[in-house]
């Protein structure tokens, strides 16, 4: 028989596709179910808060996760509305998905639409919300630590007496957690006097908490330190500082960390000293997996914790970090959270 190139093509196409074929069943087998079915699993994402660089970043790296995995994102975005995020459970739950993140939102109105997921076979994880549910895993930034870390550099800064102001909204879960290890603080080191605590999260955040600080500051000239931890806290905070011209008299610590946040910090005399964060990205890739592992018949744990790192403005001047993409290469903790990682799943 006369081999032409033509025919030479042909035939060399027909092994190479048999060659593929042969792999695919292994391909399919190296996931589990229902991941060995591309397109197949559709998750959905509910979300309380959304405003702000950090929840834009923990979206990104929930799209990334999802799309590496090979599963359709929806996703659901109820603006700080308690009730409607409710009802968007029970839109995903009427839409069949196959999992949900409930990110964010309120214990009671979160705590029955999550039961009522679990009660129709969906698999559920909730990152930052406190649902009261056994079956349900908690993602968390380790957000004592976020605080523990942010409290330790102030100590180191400013010794062990301090005049402090405070912002915090109770009833939304990491703040919470933040408020045990800042009330553990002032125990262990009497010298911190909290001379006001105020807060809100109407939006937009950070210029509602710059109006309440401005009366806060004139009211309270003498403060030291702001706690204030949760980045759109710190910017409204800072906004305050500069335009009462307080910024060499005060010092900031935060938790959370963007490419706003890094440019904020590094400003010259900026009052925002330190930040604790994990990469809003990474906890959003982790959400998934989590997720991912419930679905598969694993096991990812009751509590799934993301480790933070400490941030302070020597670091980022130092190290001449400008952007979170600079802040992952220079400090490679911070790029990636070995958590939630099954041998079979794909990563970004």
């Known amino acids: ?37 591309p397109g197949e699993v559709e998750i959905a994402l509910v979300r309380y808060l959304s405003t702000g660089d950090f929840f834009q970043a923990y979206l990104s790296g929930v799209e990334a ?25 029970d839109q995903a739950i009427a839409l069949g998905v196959d999992g949900i993140v409930i990110q964010h939102g309120l214990t009671e109105s979160m705590k029955e639409a999550a039961q009522r997921a679990v009660d129709a076979g969906i698999k559920v994880v909730a990152f930052d919300v406190n649902v009261d549910n056994e079956a349900i895993p908690q993602i968390e930034q380790s957000d004592r630590d976020l605080a523990r870390l942010a409290l330790e550099q102030a100590i180191s800064d400013n010794g062990e007496s301090w005049k402090a102001a405070y912002v915090y909204v109770p009833g939304i879960a990491p703040l919470d957690r933040r408020d045990e ?5 002032k125990e262990k080191y009497p010298g911190i006097e909290e001379l006001a605590q105020f807060g809100t999260l109407d939006n937009p955040i950070a210029n509602s908490v710059a109006n309440q600080a401005r009366s806060v500051l004139s009211a309270n000239p003498d403060v030291q330190v702001v706690f204030a931890p949760y980045d759109e806290f710190a910017k409204g905070v800072k906004i305050a500082v500069d335009e009462a011209g307080m910024a060499d008299g ?12 890094i440019s904020a910090m590094r400003e010259p005399g900026s009052a925002w000293a330190a930040t604790a964060a994990t990469n809003p990205a990474v906890v959003g890739q982790v959400s998934v997996r989590a997720l991912a592992m419930l679905m598969a018949g694993e096991d990812p744990g009751r509590s799934v914790i993301v480790p933070p790192t400490l941030i302070t403005q020597k670091q980022l001047n ?21 958590v939630a990682v099954p041998a079979w799943m794909p990563l970004p």
């Open 181 to 185: 290890t800042w009330v553990q603080f």
């Open 1 to 37: 028989m006369r081999i032409t190139r033509r025919s030479f093509a042909r035939l060399a196409g027909g092994l190479v596709g048999a060659a593929l074929a042969a792999q695919a069943p292994a391909f399919a087998q190296d996931k589990p179910a229902p991941f060995d079915n």
């Open 65 to 89: 996760q999802a799309k590496a995995l090979g599963v359709q994102l929806r996703v659901f975005d109820s603006r700080q509305d308690a009730a409607l995020q409710a009802d968007m459970v």
């Open 318 to 338: 130092d190290a001449d970090i400008k952007n979170m993409e600079e802040l992952s290469e220079k400090l490679p903790q911070f790029a990636h959270a070995d």
């Open 250 to 261: 005060i010092k900031i610590y935060s938790a959370d960390i963007s490419t706003a946040d």
